[in-house]
C-alpha cells in the first residue's frame, strides 16, 4: 500500500484530465477538417465562408473548460489552435487564414512583425508578435535597476573621497 501510494505521489497530477484534453482536441480537429471538406464539396452551399458548426466547437469549448476547471496550462500550440471567440479548431488554409502584417511606417522594421491568424468562421484575429525580442522578466528587470542604482552609488561615493582627498591636500598646502 505504501509503495502505491508513493508512486502516486511521484506521478503527473490529474493525469486522466490531461488524457481528456489530449483526446479532445484531436477529436475536435479530426471533426472539424471532415466538416470542411463537406460542406467544400456541397455546391449548395453559396457563401464561401466556412459555416463550423456543432461537434468539433463543442469539444473544443469542453476543452477549454476542462483546462480552466483544473487549473491544467495548455500548450502554446494547443491554445494557438483554438479560436477564442467562436472556439473553432483553428488549421492553417483551412479553417483558419495566417498572414504577417507589418504597421511600421516604411515596413521594413523586422521587429514590428505580427503573426495574425484568423478565424474563417467568426473573422477573429489572433495576434502574436514575432519580430521583437520577448521582454525580460520583472525579477530580472528589477535585478538589473538595482545593481545599476549599486554602480552608481559607488561611483558617487569614489567621486566624494576623491573632492575630500584634493580639499584636504589644498589645506596642507595653504
Ligand atoms: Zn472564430
Redesign the pocket.
Known amino acids: 500500500m505504501a509503495k502505491g501510494s508513493a508512486n502516486q505521489t511521484k506521478s503527473v497530477p490529474n493525469k486522466h484530465l490531461h488524457a481528456r484534453i489530449a483526446y479532445l482536441h484531436q477529436a475536435a480537429t479530426h471533426l472539424a477538417l471532415k466538416q470542411q471538406s463537406v460542406t467544400k464539396t456541397d455546391s449548395s452551399v453559396a457563401d464561401s465562408r466556412l459555416q463550423q458548426h456543432g461537434l468539433p466547437l463543442l469539444l473544443a469549448a469542453q476543452l477549454q473548460a476542462v483546462s480552466q476547471k483544473a487549473q491544467i496550462r495548455l500548450s502554446h500550440d494547443m491554445k494557438r489552435s483554438i ?6 479548431p ?1 488549421m492553417s488554409d483551412t479553417t483558419s487564414k495566417t498572414r504577417i502584417e507589418n504597421k511600421s511606417r516604411t515596413g521594413g522594421k523586422s521587429c514590428a512583425d505580427v503573426l495574425v491568424i484568423q ?1 474563417q ?4 484575429e489572433k495576434r502574436f508578435p514575432v519580430g521583437a525580442s520577448r521582454q525580460k522578466k520583472k525579477a530580472e528587470r528589477k535585478a538589473a535597476l538595482a545593481e545599476r542604482q549599486n554602480i552608481e552609488v559607488v561611483e558617487k561615493q569614489n567621486i566624494e573621497v576623491a573632492e575630500k582627498q584634493n580639499t584636504e591636500v589644498e589645506i596642507v598646502n595653504d
Open positions: 479560436c477564442k471567440v467562436c472556439s473553432t483553428l478565424c468562421n467568426c473573422g477573429t
